[in-house]
T-cell receptor, first 118, second 111 residues
Framework: DAMVIQNPRYQVTQFGKPVTLSCSQTLNHNVMYWYQQKSSQAPKLLFHYYDKDFNNEADTPDNFQSRRPNTSFCFLDIRSPGLGDAAMYLC?????????????????FGAGTRLSVL | SQQGEEDPQALSIQEGENATMNCSYKTSINNLQWYRQNSGRGLVHLILIRSNEREKHSGRLRVTLDTSKKSSSLLITASRAADTASYFCATDGDSNYQLIWGAGTKLIIKP
């Protein structure tokens, strides 16, 4: 089945130690998103790619970087994780080339990576 | 940015009862979606309603949209234990690529 896969599901890192989270998709969607979600809150968009065009949210800390080497893969790099970065990180995709406006807006999520910072 | 609001924040009902969640938003929209999130998992798209629609059904789900009041409701009929999850509404807002998320309603179905 076509899907969005995030690895690892759980990641433990030390304060200040760089960490990379990965996301892959078999949906061939042109847009990929990274969200941060803290307990009982709505997901917060960090950035998104439209194809290779990178779009950073204004309030995303510089500590967060992203790479999208090809359509299928996207990475989230946290250069120096702090305790406040412990959260669930969600990857999502959408098909902006879909002909229907409603279909364009639907996002497909991976299962998430739970990041703990010690 | 998060402009949507949902109520209630939490809802606990008995299995078999109906569950209703409400969502309000601030900007004009093209469509509104509802997503479900099981504990510790990603979000799953449930249903999308367009701005020119007033009601939509999908299985045990019924969504209504009132654009004059900038509000929507999600009704889950004959609830089951497996419906226990958080439910989020999301609107398309001003950006073509981004969704504006509500704060979510945590639904607990008691057996």
């Amino acid at each position: 089945d076509a899907m969005v896969i995030q690895n690892p599901r759980y990641q433990v890192t030390q304060f200040g130690k760089p960490v990379t989270l990965s996301c892959s998709q078999t949906l061939n969607h042109n847009v990929m998103y990274w969200y941060q979600q803290k307990s009982s809150q709505a997901p917060k968009l960090l950035f998104h790619y439209y194809d290779k065009d990178f779009n950073n949210e204004a309030d995303t800390p510089d500590n967060f970087q992203s790479r999208r080497p090809n359509t299928s893969f996207c990475f989230l790099d946290i250069r120096s994780p702090g305790l406040g970065d412990a959260a669930m990180y969600l990857c999502a995709t959408s098909d902006r080339l879909a002909g229907d406006l409603g279909t364009k807006n639907i996002q497909y999520f991976g299962a998430g990576t739970r990041l703990s910072v010690l | 940015s998060q402009q949507g609001e949902e109520d209630p924040q939490a809802l606990s009902i008995q299995e078999g009862e109906n569950a209703t969640m409400n969502c309000s938003y601030k900007t004009s929209i093209n469509n509104l979606q509802w997503y479900r999130q099981n504990s510790g998992r990603g979000l799953v798209h449930l249903i999308l309603i367009r701005s020119n629609e007033r009601e939509k059904h999908s299985g045990r789900l019924r969504v209504t949209l009132d654009t004059s009041k900038k509000s929507s409701s999600l009704l889950i009929t004959a609830s089951r234990a497996a419906d226990t999850a958080s439910y989020f509404c999301a609107t398309d807002g001003d950006s073509n690529y981004q969704l504006i998320w509500g704060a979510g309603t945590k639904l607990i179905i008691k057996p």
